[in-house]
């Protein structure tokens, strides 16, 4: 005689019922289901809570004001651009006549020059975070895009003294790490430049250019355009390093062009140094009757 198997319990039968409610996706509350907030429909509450969160958790850190600072990830300290440059001379040793070696030692040199910035970014943020994160107050914090070279440098020189500082990383098609000098609890990851732009200037008294590529160019003249057109508030825009500005933007040529009016090329001051550079942002407070530095400065 055949056996049947026998027939599941009515509790059996219960618990599998009930165990594929709990996995359906629907039974997921909405505010933790990745898959729906995922969707295409909610980019509207995404947008709104890459603003929010970022803005509630700088105001429980009680941070007042910022200094962003801009340049480029391939500005590296001169340890890392030496080794970079005798790599790409040992290289080019090998196949001297190879024109893509050749190319890439003028690089690395270029690069061995610019080195000298990374110092004078991490020698900033050591001035202005000395200067206006005391009391318990946290002006004038400094706030890079959390990526490396002078964006690390500026993090750096306020890790050094055990000042705040914060970086604003975006999510990119290849990975990139928040370098580890920013406070843990002032770092963010953003999906949309967009509302990452706002964070760099809602809170920001100045904003420092080094030299850099398309991200620096792209976020100084989003901040030139705001000022000039009077979207924002006036803040010292400081491009450091005025042969490498001046080589790279002919700023006159706007003006000869008729694109610009002359009086646009005083929203850009130049500096050389870290001291120079604070001493443009302090002046620039000082006369205007309506500002003030941190405390009275």
């Not at 995404?46 to 500005?75: H, Y």
């Not at 057109?229 to 001046?246: A, E, K």
Request: net charge negative; hydrophobic share 35%.
């Amino acid at each position: 005689m055949s056996q049947h198997p026998p027939s599941s319990s009515p509790i059996d039968e219960h618990t599998q019922r009930i165990r594929a409610i709990r996995q359906s996706n629907s039974y997921r509350q909405s505010h933790i289901d990745p898959d729906f907030m995922g969707r295409e429909e909610l980019r509207p509450v995404r947008l709104q809570l890459e603003l929010l969160k970022p803005d509630l958790i700088m105001q429980e850190q009680g941070v007042e004001s910022t200094v962003v600072v801009f340049g480029g990830t391939r500005v590296v300290e001169r340890e890392h651009a030496e080794q970079r440059r005798s790599e790409a001379q040992a290289a080019l040793a090998k196949k001297p006549d190879d024109a893509r070696l050749q190319r890439r030692l003028r690089i690395a040199d270029n690069v061995l020059k610019k080195a000298h910035y990374y110092d004078e970014a991490r020698a900033f943020a050591r001035i202005v975070s000395s200067q206006c994160q005391i009391d318990h107050r946290c002006d004038y914090v400094v706030c890079t895009g959390g990526g490396p070279g002078i964006m690390e440098a500026a993090n750096r020189g306020a890790f050094d003294i055990g000042a705040k500082s914060i970086g604003l990383n975006i999510t990119l098609p290849f990975e990139q790490e928040p370098n580890s000098y920013i406070t843990p609890e002032l770092c963010f990851e953003f999906k949309y430049f967009a509302i990452r732009k706002m964070h760099f200037l809602m809170r920001a008294k100045a904003m420092v250019a080094f030299p850099g590529g398309f991200g620096t160019m792209d976020e100084l003249f989003e901040a030139l355009t705001l000022i000039q057109t009077r979207r924002m508030q006036p803040i010292p825009v400081v491009l450091f390093g005025r042969d490498y500005w001046r080589r790279i933007v002919d700023w006159d040529l706007f003006v000869e062009e008729g694109t610009i009016s002359p009086e646009d090329l005083d929203l850009i001051s130049y500096a050389e140094t870290a001291q120079e550079c604070w001493r443009v942002i302090e002046d620039f407070y000082r006369q205007k009757p309506a500002e003030r530095l941190p405390r009275g400065q």
